[in-house]
């Protein structure tokens, strides 16, 4: 995964010397507009970037009307894979004075037991999941370098930006880049959560955060899960679509106006069959 991240950061610091990102789109400046919100719901980061839903009335359904989401095995698989790659990511820090093949071996022996209590619904799955992101870890681990691979779950206060105070990274890197796991098919409007965290982020460190990454985890139904990672650079442009579509929100919410169901439902929706039974 870090041979992945590097090969790709080298291509968009060009970016980055050509496109700088405004000042006024920093994080820290959160007193002001256009970062400061019009008004405060502590909206998560899937309330502001994920179009799942491409009418919002998942946010509608959850902030307004106060509907609680069912829970579907989309998410349930989601919930199950995150959970290995935040233990996988806490147990090689906390193993770091170790060498890397004892490492390999201390963690694979709990490789069952750890899957079975994490992930019991997608037993198979998820062990191929923890055998073939350990090796990946351990590979970076194990780097000339001293690459330590990822902090994980990382709790960073959202509110000043209008955001949850209890937002969590799924990963940032030593290379300062917030890391997004997604398990399923890529969608554009994935990255505009890296967007979100870096911002938040640069409301609470008051550092640059100008990378992130998504990491996607396919194949479920295949032998062997695949990776993939794809970095971007958080450009003024992509800071400022994450702000308008935050301020759409607060709109919708502060109207409280159904925005009306979709006719694109996602299946992985938790509002999906609350939708069905009120359009019938």
Request: glycine letters at 4%; hydrophobic letters at 40%; charged letters at 25%.
């Amino acid at each position: 995964m870090r041979s992945q991240i590097l090969r790709q950061l080298r291509r968009l610091h060009s970016y980055r010397a050509s496109d700088p990102i405004e000042e006024e789109l920093r994080g820290w400046n959160y007193t002001t507009p256009p970062i400061k919100p019009r008004r405060y719901f502590s909206l998560s980061m899937g309330d502001v970037a994920y179009r799942y839903c491409d009418t919002k009335r998942d946010v509608y359904l959850r902030k307004v009307l106060k509907v609680s989401p069912e829970t579907n095995s989309y998410l349930a698989l989601g919930s199950s894979v995150h959970a290995i790659l935040s233990y996988l990511s806490q147990e090689i820090v906390k193993l770091s004075s170790y060498k890397a093949w004892e490492i390999l071996e201390i963690l694979l022996r709990k490789a069952e037991r750890v899957t079975k209590d994490l992930c019991p619904n997608f037993y198979k799955y998820c062990l191929n999941v923890y055998k073939a992101f350990l090796v990946d870890f351990i590979s970076d681990f194990s780097d000339s370098t001293g690459f330590l691979p990822i902090i994980s779950e990382f709790k960073v206060d959202g509110s000043p930006l209008g955001l949850s105070s209890k937002l969590s990274i799924d990963a940032i890197t030593q290379m300062s880049l917030v890391l997004e796991a997604k398990v399923g098919n890529s969608q554009d409007f994935h990255k505009l959560a890296l967007a979100g965290y870096a911002l938040a982020l640069e409301s609470a460190v008051e550092l640059p955060i100008d990378f992130g990454a998504l990491l996607y985890i396919n194949g479920v139904n295949k032998e062997s899960p695949e990776f993939k990672v794809e970095v971007y650079y958080i450009s003024s442009d992509l800071r400022k679509m994450f702000l308008d579509y935050r301020d759409e929100v607060i709109d919708l919410i502060a109207e409280g106006k159904d925005p009306g169901v979709s006719l694109n439902c996602s299946q992985s929706c938790p509002f999906l069959s609350y939708c069905k039974k009120v359009s019938k």
